[in-house]
């Protein structure tokens, strides 16, 4: 088992929680970037940058990562390319993408592009907070010990 971060966008802080985990469990860690990442005292976490360009990194990941792994994402439509091909996907506020939400939330998203793009929608995702924070921890480490026992999270 392996976790895997979409890590362009993904919060410096969901990163720490993922990273104390991975020590914790002896869980093997892959952050995946168009840039370069800082560099990690870790040997469980590995950093790797791919070719610049839209969905690079998503493309990596969808086709890299295996059914008992975890994808960590805001991304949806990576995360309902993972769900579909049977993998575990988790947003960094601590929500599980499953085969019943996801393409809710993918016609949420898209229903939200065209309004900003019509000008009847502005902004995207409300400012990070604590709680979302504690969510994630929580949700985390709810999904991981799951998966260690042999079963799919709920």
Same mark, same amino acid.
């Given at each position: 088992?392996?976790?895997?971060?979409?890590?362009?966008?993904?919060?410096?802080?969901?990163?720490?929680?993922?990273? +104390?985990?991975?020590?914790? &469990?002896?869980?093997?860690?892959?952050?995946? $970037? /168009? *840039?370069?990442?800082? *560099?990690? /005292? =870790?040997?469980?976490? !590995?950093?790797?940058?791919? $070719?610049?360009?839209?969905?690079?990194?998503?493309?990596?990941? #969808? !086709?890299?990562?295996?059914?008992?792994?975890?994808?960590?994402?805001?991304?949806?439509?990576? #995360?309902? +390319?993972?769900? =579909? /091909?049977?993998?575990?996907?988790?947003?960094?506020?601590?929500?599980?993408?499953?085969? !019943?939400?996801?393409?809710?939330?993918? =016609?949420?998203?898209?229903?939200?592009?065209? &309004?900003?793009? !019509?000008?009847? #929608? @502005?902004?995207?995702?409300? @400012?990070?907070? &604590?709680?979302?924070?504690?969510?994630?921890?929580?949700?985390?480490?709810?999904?991981?010990?799951?998966? &260690? +026992?042999? *079963? +799919?999270?709920?």
């Amino acid at each position: 088992m392996k976790i895997w971060i979409d890590a362009d966008a993904c919060p410096r802080v969901i990163k720490e929680i993922i990273f +104390r985990a991975s020590e914790r &469990l002896s869980l093997p860690v892959l952050l995946v $970037a /168009n *840039k370069s990442l800082s *560099k990690h /005292n =870790s040997e469980l976490i !590995e950093s790797i940058v791919v $070719a610049d360009g839209f969905d690079v990194a998503d493309d990596y990941i #969808a !086709e890299h990562a295996a059914p008992e792994d975890m994808v960590i994402t805001a991304d949806i439509p990576l #995360a309902a +390319r993972v769900v =579909s /091909n049977g993998g575990v996907a988790l947003d960094p506020r601590g929500e599980l993408y499953t085969e !019943e939400n996801v393409g809710e939330r993918l =016609s949420m998203r898209d229903l939200m592009m065209e &309004l900003r793009s !019509e000008g009847f #929608a @502005q902004g995207g995702p409300g @400012q990070f907070s &604590l709680t979302d924070r504690q969510r994630f921890a929580s949700s985390l480490d709810s999904m991981l010990t799951q998966m &260690l +026992r042999g *079963k +799919r999270p709920v």
